[in-house]
Structures are given as C-alpha cells and as structure tokens.
C-alpha cells in the first residue's frame, strides 16, 4: 500500500521504514503513528526477518508534530488520555515487536523520536546526532517512555534525563545504554545491513523465541507501569504548566511557569 508519511522497501528477508517528513524532520504525527503500525503488521505477514529503520534527511525523528501539539492543548480529558493510550500501544508495539528492529539513527531524536530510536533492539547512531528526552522543557510528561527507559538504563540513569530534558551527543547516548553503536554517516545503511545479515545466518526459530522470551519475562508489570502512565501523561496535558510551555514555544520565549512557587 502506499503510504504518505514512509518509505517502505523490502530486500528478500530484510525491509527498511524510512520515516519520509524530512521537511519536518520527521516529526511525529498521527498519521505516522498509525503507517508505522501499518507497515509493521503487514511485514508480520512476510517473509521478512528483520527490519531496518531510519529517517529521510538530517534528522531521524524531531519528537512531536507542532499541529499534534496544538491540537493536544484543546483536547478533552478523555481524548486526552484516548491519545496517551495510542502512544502507549505504539511504543508497546516497537518493543514487543515480533522480527528484529534496527534504528539507522542517521540524525536528532528528540522525545518520541527518542523512544522510536531506543525501543528498538538496535540502536546504530551518527555522531552528530543527539538523544534527549524534552517533554518536561514544554510542560509534558515523559510518563509512557519512563516505563521503558528505566527497564533499559536503570532509574538513576533514567532520572537524570527525564527530569532534566538535556540533550546528549551520540557518545554519551552508547555509555548510557541507549545507543549499541556509533557509525560514520557514509556507513550507517551498509552497517545496519551487515547487523541484519548476521541476525539472519542464526536460526529463525531460535531468535523468535528469544525475543518472546525477553518479552514475556517483563510484559505483566510493563503493562502494569504503562497503564498508570497513561493517566499521568493525561492528566499533564490537561494542566495550565502544559499550556505555558506550548505558547512559550511557539512564541520563541521563556516560559513563566504558573506551578512555580511565588517570590516573596
């Protein structure tokens, strides 16, 4: 099928997802949260054993679409927290993914693309691209990636990124545990495709079972973190700290936070 926000190929056992808005760096959108799905349930149905994914231009995934952000802020509760759920399911989704993933990080990854990039089995980065977690810069809630995150890198580590929003360069994303691999910008696609010929000379059968494996073993008190973080992520969005950052943002200034305490 065609598709409007991707790039999808295929080379016998393995396929590539582009992510294809590079004049909007890849940002997240609707849309692009339901191809992606598309993509990743039809390659379910193929012969396809691994699956590579990348972004179109400079970056890999800039976070949240600007229009998904403002239409965030006039949203009800509960389609608030009916879109935490379809963030929460789509993430899921990617770590629980049946083939394995690769991110070709090829730029930024910033917030959800940040998650995109690092819920993947692989992670192969550039060294110019950056990682960061920023949603509590613009008064959002990092609640659905914390569920992941702290699994991955530990909750001392996870704090740290989460509370501060800092960006971190490529080198410091592998020390943490975020990134597997750092690669030239001219050898990414050739080294995603050597990773994914070596997962396809191991059994097929035995590296399906090893991912349902790993999975099973967390995915009662994942999915137990993750339902509480829907509603946490819900009710931010709701607040007026959320929609400060959101007009700060868009009017290039600092925010004046009306949960920060008074001055006396």
Same mark, same amino acid.
């Given at each position: $099928? ?6 999808? !190929? ?13 004049? @909007? *760096? ?5 849309? $692009? ?30 976070? #949240? ?17 009916? &879109? ?18 690769? /991110? ?17 089995? %692989?992670?192969?980065?550039?060294? !110019? /691209? +950056? ?16 569920? %992941? ?9 996870? *704090? &740290? ?12 994303? @592998? ?9 030239? =910008?001219?050898?990414? #696609? ?32 994942? &999915?137990?973190?993750?339902? *509480? ?6 009710? #931010?969005?709701?607040?007026?700290? %959320?929609? !400060? ?8 200034? +600092? =925010? ?9």
């Amino acid at each position: $099928m065609p598709y409007e926000t991707l790039l999808l !190929e295929t080379d016998g056992p393995l396929a590539t997802i582009t992510l294809n808005r590079p004049e @909007k *760096r890849n940002a997240v959108s609707t849309p $692009m949260i339901a191809e992606i799905q598309t993509a990743l349930d039809d390659l379910e149905k193929t012969h396809v054993r691994v699956v590579i994914l990348t972004g179109a231009g400079t970056a890999f995934c800039a976070g #949240m679409d600007l229009e998904m952000l403002q239409s965030i802020a006039s949203q009800s509760p509960a389609e608030n927290q009916e &879109d935490s759920r379809r963030m929460a399911k789509f993430f899921r989704r990617l770590w629980s993914y049946s083939k394995p993933l690769i /991110a070709a990080v090829n730029g930024h990854a910033l917030a959800g693309g940040c998650g995109i990039a690092t819920l993947c089995d %692989f992670t192969l980065a550039v060294p !110019e /691209a +950056k990682f960061g977690y920023t949603e509590v810069k613009i008064g959002l809630l990092p609640a659905i990636v914390s569920v %992941f995150l702290t699994r991955q890198i530990g909750e001392k580590r996870a *704090r &740290d990124l989460l509370l501060t929003g800092r960006l971190v360069e490529a080198a410091e994303a @592998k020390e943490l545990g975020l990134v597997n691999e750092i690669v030239a =910008p001219e050898l990414l #696609m050739d080294r995603a495709r050597e990773l994914a010929t070596s997962i396809l000379a191991a059994s097929p059968a035995s590296v399906t079972r090893a991912k349902h494996l790993l999975i099973s073993a967390e995915v009662a008190s994942l &999915d137990h973190d993750l339902e *509480r973080a829907i509603l946490e992520n819900a009710r #931010m969005r709701c607040t007026p700290d %959320f929609h !400060e950052g959101l007009a700060s943002f868009l009017e290039k200034r +600092k =925010p004046v936070w009306p949960s920060a305490p008074e001055k006396h």
